[in-house]
């Protein structure tokens, strides 16, 4: 049994040994620039990285690439750590009858687990079969071949991290624009930040040169609402500092400001909108003096932020997770919206704009299902992830019996993860892909070996720009740890056991491949025609017949083939503008583009071209919304108590913070512990000072952790920073460094449309620890 199986840390011979065994590629590595990109954010930033060895030598900046042009933070800057700063799992994991874990062969893997997938499927029915994942942050190739399989086994229900965030928005982008919107905040006159701190957590292009250029310009303004004095506070004309929890009050009072003071664009709504006088209706009763006292910003200050908004030229606003993650987050996702909507902020420079996608991350529908247990409700096709431990421990017979969970650590990041362990345990079977033993791949009874982010071709989905909208494809920078597989090969071995395409057919692909593109995409079509059950597992098929004849051992590019017609066919002048004449020229420049490419090109007036309502109208109206409005004059906005005084924020973006695939502490070099942040007045009533250390207690369980007193936070609410609490191996055990939040949230706190998590306010008691 390895190291990595036993959790015990490599020794320096281990490593040394690995790295002779695979050699990287070429004597001249030592001096040679590999172009790839970051993994951390939704940015994918281009980075260049020279190696020593396997290890990361330098990184900086990629100034050819498409996107970021040489823009990095520091935190792309130590992702050596990543690569090569936790321990590696290098062989299948099985878990035996006493709860250890054995190393296996993947032949034995792929068929144990395959033989239990159907006898799942067969006992249950395959809709009991659960997925989570598809891809991490950075990592979205091998999530698009996990569809296959799912198809192939009859898996219906999914979830993700974007649920945990972005499904009650992406529910009301699906009633207004039909589908998600970005800022142009580069020209916005006016950029409005609701619960996002860009300074830390990025998002928005070079963010950080892009605030210094907003900051600095006094022909324009930025307004941010959030209830910490973030770094990006501190360079906005206007921060609403509300108390935690009331976005939705001081939104409503900015748009109630917007009707009664008549600073909306009603030339925009009558053109281009319908139900817009229902809507203004709902703003004009409002009482803007008691919204602001409830949010406790001074009323001037929220009207100066309405009419700034209410006259500029131009307006960008983004909204996340500071806000996805508290009460009532569909609400503000609306009123953000409605925002930019009312003062006409839609398809011109500087405003809000729709755009192209290589290949949509979620599904934008009004509709709302249900999970067959308790009737959670399934926005863009995922399961509230609040919900999958509730679906789970049921003697409901439409239980989940299995899960597969790829380049995900839901025990660790969804809420409550004492109850989530327990579902994974109560689960007839669970397969975890990852790079790592996880605290997730704990509980599995198989763990496959998965290639890090920079040893396998790789891309990521998140293509959210207008109106030039890239994709990179990212060549590998290092040979595949021995013992690992890329994801596509993992799907495409356990669907070649479960023989999910006949032989023949797979045959007579391969032999049109040779032939070339043209035959091959002649073949593909006719093979379709014949059997319409092929596209389900049209990305397997692709990686079977096309993958071998790509160059560079690409072979996991080849679903991207498929996107590429996807393009063509529903974008097909933007591709053209973009300078590809049709697919497969598309198709060939996102091989060779080491850089990325640009695969769209749209003029502000293409806007239009992607709202999918008749007449191209948005509809301003949705009911449940309007009607939740209405409400919230009556609604509570303090969810504290005497016996949980504090609202605290789990999981804050600092500076030396980042996503859990980093798992390795000593990448940190400030605050190494992860401290709760609290106000000064706070501190001195519970006679604490920084370093202390204090016992933090939710209604779900209790951590411990050092103390940083910081007048960034206003009294009654604290926070702790994500990308903490990690598990890690030290001896023949684990070690924690920091505070894993999750033990500390409860699924009960959630969003009573979207499902979505109340990660950023958790009500809270903190006590002074006394030291013995």
Avoid at 69 to 92: E, F, I, M, S, W
Avoid at 250 to 260: D, E, F, K, R
Avoid at 512 to 537: E, I, Q, T
Avoid at 555 to 578: D, E, F, H, S
Wanted: glycine fraction near 8%.
């Amino acid at each position: 049994m390895t190291a990595a199986a036993t959790g015990r840390p490599e020794a320096d011979g281990d490593r040394s040994r690995d790295a002779n065994a695979t050699a990287t590629r070429g004597a001249a590595a030592n001096t040679e620039w590999h172009k790839t990109a970051c993994i951390l954010c939704e940015n994918n930033c281009g980075l260049l990285i020279q190696l020593d060895d396997r290890r990361f030598a330098k990184i900086r900046g990629d100034k050819e690439h498409v996107a970021s042009a040489g823009y990095t933070c520091n935190k792309a800057l130590r992702l050596d750590h990543y690569q090569n700063g936790g321990v590696r799992l290098a062989a299948p994991l099985r878990r035996e009858p006493d709860g250890s874990f054995t190393e296996i062969e993947w032949d034995t893997a792929i068929s144990e687990i395959a033989t239990r997938l159907i006898e799942v499927k067969n006992r249950y029915g395959g809709d009991k079969i659960f997925y989570y994942g598809g891809g991490g942050q950075g990592n979205h190739l091998g999530g698009a071949y996990s569809g296959a399989l799912r198809r192939a086994i009859g898996a219906r229900y999914r979830s993700s991290a974007l649920a945990q965030e972005k499904t009650g928005e992406g529910w009301v982008d699906g009633h207004l624009t039909g589908g998600h919107t970005t800022g142009d905040f580069e020209h916005a006159e006016v950029s409005v930040f609701l619960g996002k701190n860009p300074w830390q957590s990025h998002g928005v292009p070079r963010a950080r040169t892009v605030l210094q250029q907003i900051a600095k310009d006094p022909a324009r303004s930025m307004i941010v609402l959030d209830p910490v004095r973030t770094e990006t506070a501190d360079l906005a004309d206007i921060h609403l500092q509300l108390r935690p929890g009331t976005d939705a009050w001081c939104l409503s009072a900015i748009l109630a400001v917007l009707v009664q003071d008549d600073l909306v664009d009603h030339g925009f709504l009558a053109e281009h909108t319908t139900d817009s006088r229902s809507v203004l209706r709902e703003f004009a009763g409002i009482d803007v003096a008691d919204y602001a006292e409830i949010c406790g910003v001074p009323e001037q200050l929220v009207r100066a932020a309405a009419h700034r908004i209410g006259t500029a030229a131009s307006v960008a606003t983004y909204e996340d997770l500071g806000v996805q993650q508290s009460p009532n987050s569909t609400l503000i996702s609306y009123l953000n919206k409605l925002l930019w909507l009312l003062t006409g902020n839609f398809a011109k420079p500087g405003a809000m704009q729709p755009h192209s996608w290589m290949a949509p991350l979620a599904g934008y529908s009004r509709d709302i299902k249900r999970t067959p247990v308790t009737g959670a409700p399934i926005l863009g096709g995922m399961v509230p992830c609040n919900s999958i431990a509730e679906e789970i421990l049921t003697d409901h017979p439409d239980r989940f019996r299995a899960m597969i969970v790829e380049s995900a650590n839901p025990a660790h990041s969804l809420a409550d993860s004492a109850k989530f362990r327990q579902a994974l345990d109560a689960l007839d079977l669970v397969v975890v892909l990852d790079v790592a033993l996880t605290e997730t791949a704990r509980h599995a009874d198989y763990v496959l070996p998965a290639a890090s982010q920079f040893e396998k071709w790789e891309a990521t989905f998140f293509n959210l720009e207008f109106p030039h909208n890239t994709f990179h494809l990212r060549a590998p920078v290092l040979d595949p740890l021995p013992g690992t597989l890329a994801e596509p090969e993992i799907y495409a071995r356990l669907l070649r056991r479960l023989g999910t395409v006949g032989a023949g057919k797979l045959a007579v692909l391969r032999t049109a491949a040779k032939l070339g593109r043209r035959p091959y995409k002649w073949a593909f079509a006719a093979m379709l025609a014949v059997d319409k059950s092929l596209a389900g597992v049209a990305p397997y098929v692709l990686y079977e017949t096309l993958g071998p004849t790509l160059p560079e051992d690409a072979r996991a590019a080849a679903v991207l083939w498929g996107l590429a017609q996807r393009v063509a066919k529903v974008y097909p002048a933007a591709m053209r503008r973009a300078g590809h004449r049709d697919a497969d020229a598309l198709f060939d420049a996102i091989l060779a583009g080491r850089s990325g490419v640009t695969f769209t090109v749209d003029d502000y007036a293409d806007a239009w071209d992607y709202v999918p309502h008749p007449d191209k109208r948005i509809p301003l109206a949705i009911p449940e919304l309007l009607h939740t409005l209405r409400e919230l004059a009556s609604t509570e906005s303090v969810h504290t108590s005497a016996e949980f005084p504090f609202v605290l924020a789990a999981g804050e973006r600092r500076s030396f913070t980042a996503n859990t695939i980093f798992r390795d502490s000593t990448w940190r070099h400030r605050d190494p512990n992860g401290s709760l942040r609290l106000n000064p007045d706070d501190a001195a009533h519970l006679g604490l000072v920084t370093g202390d250390r204090a016992r933090i207690t939710t209604r779900r369980g209790t951590a411990i952790s050092t103390v940083e007193v910081n007048d960034r936070m206003q009294r009654g609410h604290v926070s702790l920073p994500n990308g903490l609490g990690l598990d890690l191996p030290d001896g023949d055990g684990t070690q924690r460094t920091g505070v894993a939040a999750n033990e500390l949230t409860d699924v009960t706190w959630r969003d009573a449309i979207a499902g979505t998590p109340w990660h950023k306010h958790v009500p809270a008691r903190i006590e002074a620890l006394q030291e013995v």
